[in-house]
């Protein structure tokens, strides 16, 4: 089945060859073509261009047109970073917050983490997967077109694999591609309140083995913070993994800055995620390695905390990520297109440097930048198509509103 868009008034992100991931200076510039085209075949882009270079329509049997009507159409978003999979909403603790309690207290009295966990104890799976399908496909409309999903609102064996089950079951179903997480030490359970290296054995003894073998988890991940989880508990958790083969993407960074930076880039992670408070230390860790810094502006938007050095981090020639971080207690929103416009506005990132880094460095801090991040030809055809505006500035500047006509995914209309 072969597939034309045409009528786009321009097409944003294209490559001639995939790059890994866009760094530094690089940051600042997108390749886009005006009045352009993009033919698809068996839901992979084959070639893309200019309307006056094209060749046009051979055979019209087995083709379908697409009218871009005069929108631009960009490469779908990847949402490298979300807790998509949870049983309820969090809002009494969002008014907790906004009457003068910190995220911090309200995780000390039983709330945050623990709290979604007993609800996602409760739920069943079935109910846990048709909540999560229902929320993915809404990201869709918004224009994600590839996400990786954490367990870590289980913390027992059954609820995490509850989890990781669910999401194999989007994985299944889905159009779009999906990443699964392993994040079990993301809180410690009221019954290992005094007893971390307890439950640090059963996530990584009994847990870690079984998701392995399941098959259940593409990587593992780790709340590395005071008052969560240690730096010395990273290493280990990091290192088991990596026996398996599993490579791990971190929380790290959030509240505060005590090395767990340095430990997930020595351990060959894949991306560190939160970086709200950065020492000099962290960028040094960071320099000449495979490690792909996510910050996640929405969360810093909804609890009030500081926004990630970006340009800081591009300036000292670094790749930098954003993701949504999506999740009940401190990013209810998975909105990439929120995600855009806060990395503008908040962290003073220009329109370029937003959509390397929600498009191409959002795609290898997943795994899929072969496949996804840009309009390439070879890559799938996972796009979005805006209604008529202005510039590509116009999607970040014009915060709030839904840009956004249709998402193609796989070469097929699907929102
Ligand atoms: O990435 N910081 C750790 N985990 C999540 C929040 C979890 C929650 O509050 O439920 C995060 O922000
Ligand atoms: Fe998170």
Excluded at 163 to 190: Q, Y
Excluded at 232 to 238: A, F, G, I, S
Excluded at 246 to 268: C, D, P, R, Y
Aim: charged share 25%; aromatic share 8%; glycine share 8%.
């Amino acid at each position: 089945m072969k597939t034309v868009i045409k009528n786009i008034s321009e097409l944003i992100q294209t490559e001639q060859t995939a790059r890994k991931w866009v760094a530094g200076k690089e940051m600042s510039q997108i390749s886009t073509i005006k009045n352009a085209f993009v033919e698809i075949e068996d839901g992979i882009i084959t070639s893309f261009g200019s309307m006056n270079d094209w060749k046009g329509i051979e055979d019209w049997n087995n083709i379908e047109i697409i009218d871009a009507e005069g929108g631009m159409v960009f490469p779908t978003y990847c949402d490298s970073h979300t807790h998509l999979v949870f049983a309820s909403s969090r809002e009494d603790e969002f008014v907790d917050r906004i009457n003068g309690l910190s995220y911090e207290e309200i995780a000390q009295r039983g709330g945050g983490i623990l709290n979604s966990a007993e609800k996602l104890q409760n739920t069943s799976e079935d109910h846990l997967y048709n909540i999560s399908i229902e929320r993915l496909n809404n990201l869709i409309k918004m224009g994600t077109g590839a996400i990786e999903i954490k367990s870590g609102y289980g913390l027992t064996l059954d609820a995490e694999l509850k989890i990781l089950r669910v999401i194999k079951r989007l994985k299944e179903n889905s159009e779009i591609t999906i990443k699964a997480t392993f994040l079990a030490a993301h809180a410690l359970p009221k019954e290992f309140k005094d007893n971390k290296d307890g439950y640090m054995d059963l996530v990584i003894n009994e847990m870690l083995p079984i998701v392995a073998k399941e098959n259940l988890a593409d990587y593992v991940d780790i709340f590395c913070e005071k008052g969560y989880f240690s730096v010395e508990d990273t290493k280990r958790l990091l290192k088991a993994a990596n026996k398996y083969g599993i490579q791990a993407k971190t929380h790290v960074n959030q509240f505060n800055s005590i090395g767990g930076v340095e430990a997930s880039v020595k351990l060959g992670a894949l991306s560190v995620d939160h970086l709200e408070e950065m020492k000099e230390e962290d960028f040094v860790s960071l320099e000449n390695s495979e490690c792909m810094p996510t910050i996640l502006p929405s969360c810093s938007f909804f609890l009030g905390i500081p926004y990630g050095p970006a340009t800081k981090m591009i300036e000292r020639r670094l790749p930098v990520a954003l993701a949504t971080d999506y999740n009940p207690g401190s990013s209810p929103s998975g909105n990439m297109n929120l995600v855009a416009s806060l990395g503008c506005t908040q962290m003073k990132m220009t329109p370029e440097q937003v959509i390397n880094a929600t498009t191409i460095n959002t795609a290898y801090a997943m795994g899929v930048e072969k496949e996804l991040g840009s309009i390439c030809v070879g890559k799938k055809a996972n796009l979005f198509i805006t209604k008529e505006i202005p510039s590509y500035s116009y999607l970040s500047y014009s915060f709030g509103e839904n840009l956004i006509n249709k998402v193609i995914i796989n070469g097929k209309i699907t929102a």
